[in-house]
């Protein structure tokens, strides 16, 4: 096949909040410095659903939609040196390129390399390498495009993983698993001793959980409105588990319940937002400790959107921040949250609530709002 077109089935987005539609596509070889990848496993993340939603500024219809997952190289294109066919990868939406000043620099992994055609779903070169059977074609996203048994990526959006490593527990490292754990280890660089609150007991939240564990935080606290999220909250290294729509006395309100579970009621050393929900960004914000609490942004809020704050609050020494894929450097620093996972530091299987046939997409997209989910993944 190298060199030459392949037909597979894709699930392609051809319209906002329209079912994805299951169909024979044509994948084009990899061009200069892009690989061609079979997707092995992919997992569906709320950013899917968001961009599906037609809510996403850089939403572009038709496309194929699909971020989180693993694969093996079947085709490389000319000057690419860090892959062969066969190699095991997980897929990038926040490339590494090494060279830009934002690789170079050790305080961000937010590459430019590829991100500006990224965002307007093409190649780097500009043109796309998927199209229907009538010809047309058809977006990229997010640099990835998993949901389709065949994609082409730049060789910037990619890693290669040990062929050892389960390609299903691979997938989920592409984006929520990462970002949480990742905003905890490096983002908030979380201490030993200290207090941590997560808003959102989804993937995201409980990844953070973990890396707050990881890093022996000595309380952290799980904040859902979903009574069922308990159980999960605790299983993945919660100390406490607080429901704002019953465990709230009269007159108190999150923040001043927060505020009163510190040690010295001075408020909590690090707090994440894992909803969007503007109002709890800044209510995390209000929650974390006078003169040296750190907030950490990791939801993706609706466009439109404005998170606010009285800016008392940052002159008392709180700090705003906010993350993308949790700070990792998706190509130097997988290999230590692979690590970390077989350390016992870091769950993955444990957040695949769900698996699906390919053919079962659209339920998928249904699973992830029953609060019951945490990942779907399918394999191809
Ligand atoms: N396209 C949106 C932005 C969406 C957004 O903020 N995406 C998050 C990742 S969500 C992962 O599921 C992110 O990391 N963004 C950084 C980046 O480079 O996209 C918009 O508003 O235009
Ligand atoms: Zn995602």
């Known amino acids: 096949t190298e060199g030459k077109p392949i037909e597979c089935l894709a699930a392609v ?19 200069t410095h892009e690989i061609r990848v079979k997707i092995l496993d992919s997992a569906l993340c709320h950013t899917d659903a968001y961009t599906l939603s037609g809510a996403d500024p850089e939403g572009l219809f038709p496309c194929i939609l699909g971020h989180e997952a693993s694969g093996e190289v079947e085709s490389v294109g000319p000057e690419v040196t860090d892959f062969t066919p066969g190699d095991h990868v997980i897929l990038l939406y926040t490339a590494e390129c090494g060279e830009c000043s934002f690789c170079k620099s050790p305080d961000t992994n937010l590459c430019v390399a590829v991100r500006s055609t990224q965002g307007k779903g093409v190649m780097p070169d500009g043109t796309v390498r998927f199209k229907n059977s009538k010809g047309e074609p058809i977006h990229h996203f997010m640099g990835c495009s998993s949901f389709s048994e065949y994609t082409v990526v730049a060789d910037v959006s990619a890693v290669k993983i040990d062929k050892s490593f389960a390609t299903d527990k691979a997938a989920l490292l592409g984006c929520g698993v990462t970002t949480g754990y990742g905003a905890a280890l490096k983002t908030a660089n979380v201490k030993e001793g200290s207090s941590v609150a997560i808003f959102g007991a989804g993937a995201v939240g409980l990844a953070v959980a973990q890396g707050a564990k990881a890093r022996n935080a000595s309380k952290i606290i799980m904040i859902d409105t ?122 993955l299987s444990e957040f695949i609530t769900h698996r699906r046939k390919f053919s079962e997409i659209n339920e998928a997209f249904h699973d992830l709002h029953q609060g019951d989910c945490l990942r779907t993944t399918f394999s191809f």
């Open 13 to 31: 987005a051809y319209e906002a909040n329209k079912p994805l539609v299951i169909e024979k596509i044509t994948v084009e070889p990899p061009k």
């Open 226 to 347: 979903n009574p069922n999220k308990k159980t999960w909250a605790t299983d993945f290294g919660a100390t406490d588990f607080v429901n704002p729509l019953t465990d709230l006395k009269k007159d108190e309100t999150i923040v001043s319940k927060l505020c009163s579970m510190s040690p010295d009621g001075y408020g909590i050393d690090y707090t994440f937002d894992c909803t969007g929900n503007v109002q709890v960004m800044s209510d995390a914000l209000m929650a974390s400790r006078r003169g040296t609490g750190v907030s950490v942004i990791i939801g993706v809020a609706k466009s439109g959107e404005v998170a606010s704050i009285r800016p008392f609050f940052l002159v008392t020494g709180r700090t705003w921040k906010g993350t993308a894929y949790g700070g990792i450097k998706g190509r130097s620093e997988m290999n230590q949250l692979i690590q970390d996972h077989k350390d016992g530091k870091l769950k």
